[in-house]
């Protein structure tokens, strides 16, 4: 499968300016940057830009996303294996040691000062990030809607994953509802229902933290990475997402607290700015 290029930013966390409209577009996985205090981690580049480093074609995806609904993006560039953004840092997938069969010598034995710099120099950043673009909203009294764009890939431990997009929801259906009946109108379209992953058990940390704890208004696509691959594929599903959430985010009524439940039962989502014992920065 080709593997899309993408415009590298001087930035870890590159911030699109969309136009008024109170949403933001989040790119966790965008891609597969190591900073030079990091190494190569021990792995061939190969690796690196396969599956395991990013969500192949998700930023591309988000870019034209947030042009066609002129809305801002966020996108984050350092490479999942490096610290995963969408993960509560000091959990097993956070930093890890080995994805999909891959071994990541540089990220084996790391002591206590590493994980620390990590989450401080390229966790935070991204989520300070995010946390700045709703307070920007909030205090012009409006409430933002957040959009997770992340790909996966075709083939999982031996099995098959049929569906091209996918939408994970968890209580909050307010967007999810109508998006997932849109989807469903295009003939000969497979369309996963919290799938490939399920959004019952495991949102991640960025929606389950900056939309669900605070009740937000919110929606994660999932699209499978061939689909993507390339310019062509990208652009298609950017005009097939932003066609099924214009008529959404065109109700007045979505922008507000939803008065439900919507965490995991376990519970457990602590603050970013105390993640691993990590004192906030400006």
Same mark, same amino acid.
């Given at each position: 499968?080709?593997?899309?290029?993408?415009?590298?930013? %001087?930035?870890?966390?590159?911030?699109?300016?969309?136009?008024?409209?109170?949403?933001?577009?989040?790119?966790?996985?965008?891609?597969? *940057?190591?900073?030079? &205090?990091?190494?190569?981690?021990?792995? %061939?580049?190969?690796?690196?830009?396969?599956?395991?480093?990013?969500?192949?074609?998700?930023?591309?995806?988000?870019? =034209?996303? #947030?042009?066609?609904?002129?809305?801002?993006?966020?996108?984050? $560039?350092?490479?999942?294996?490096?610290?995963?953004?969408?993960?509560?840092?000091?959990?097993?997938?956070?930093?890890? &040691?080995?994805?999909?069969?891959?071994?990541?010598?540089?990220?084996?034995?790391?002591?206590?000062s *590493?994980? /620390?710099?990590?989450? =401080?120099?390229?966790?935070?950043?991204? $989520?300070?990030?995010?946390?700045?673009?709703?307070?920007?909203?909030?205090?012009?009294?409006?409430?933002?809607v957040?959009?997770?764009?992340? %790909?996966?890939?075709?083939?999982?431990?031996?099995?098959?994953?049929?569906?091209?997009?996918?939408?994970?929801?968890?209580? /909050?259906?307010?967007?999810?509802?109508?998006?997932l009946?849109?989807?469903?109108?295009?003939?000969?379209?497979?369309?996963?229902?919290?799938?490939?992953?399920?959004?019952?058990? *495991?949102?991640?940390?960025?929606?389950?933290?900056?939309?669900?704890?605070?009740?937000?208004? $919110?929606?994660?696509?999932?699209? =499978?990475?061939d689909?993507?691959?390339?310019?062509?594929?990208?652009?298609?599903? #950017?005009?097939?997402?932003?066609?099924?959430? *214009?008529? &959404?985010?065109?109700?007045?009524?979505?922008?507000?607290?939803?008065?439900?439940?919507?965490?995991?039962? %376990?519970?457990?989502? =602590?603050?970013?700015? $105390?993640a691993?014992?990590?004192?906030?920065?400006?």
């Amino acid at each position: 499968m080709s593997k899309p290029v993408e415009p590298c930013p %001087s930035e870890p966390v590159e911030i699109i300016k969309g136009g008024d409209r109170p949403a933001l577009l989040l790119c966790d996985h965008a891609g597969h *940057e190591v900073p030079r &205090a990091v190494g190569d981690l021990g792995i %061939s580049r190969d690796n690196l830009t396969r599956h395991i480093g990013w969500d192949i074609g998700a930023a591309a995806v988000t870019r =034209r996303l #947030a042009s066609r609904l002129g809305a801002t993006a966020l996108l984050n $560039h350092v490479s999942r294996l490096v610290i995963d953004v969408n993960r509560r840092p000091r959990t097993p997938t956070s930093i890890p &040691a080995v994805s999909d069969g891959c071994v990541v010598p540089g990220n084996e034995g790391l002591d206590e000062s *590493e994980v /620390d710099r990590r989450i =401080r120099d390229y966790f935070l950043p991204y $989520h300070r990030a995010i946390a700045r673009g709703i307070a920007r909203f909030r205090r012009g009294g409006r409430i933002p809607v957040l959009v997770a764009v992340h %790909s996966f890939t075709p083939h999982l431990n031996g099995e098959d994953r049929p569906w091209p997009i996918g939408v994970l929801w968890r209580g /909050d259906r307010r967007l999810a509802g109508p998006v997932l009946e849109a989807l469903r109108r295009r003939p000969n379209l497979l369309v996963g229902d919290n799938q490939p992953y399920s959004g019952q058990r *495991e949102f991640g940390f960025t929606i389950t933290f900056h939309a669900q704890r605070t009740r937000l208004p $919110h929606i994660m696509f999932e699209i =499978r990475q061939d689909e993507i691959a390339d310019a062509r594929g990208a652009a298609a599903y #950017a005009t097939l997402i932003g066609d099924c959430l *214009e008529p &959404a985010l065109a109700d007045a009524a979505l922008y507000t607290i939803f008065d439900g439940d919507n965490l995991p039962e %376990s519970g457990g989502i =602590r603050a970013w700015r $105390h993640a691993g014992h990590i004192s906030p920065l400006g």
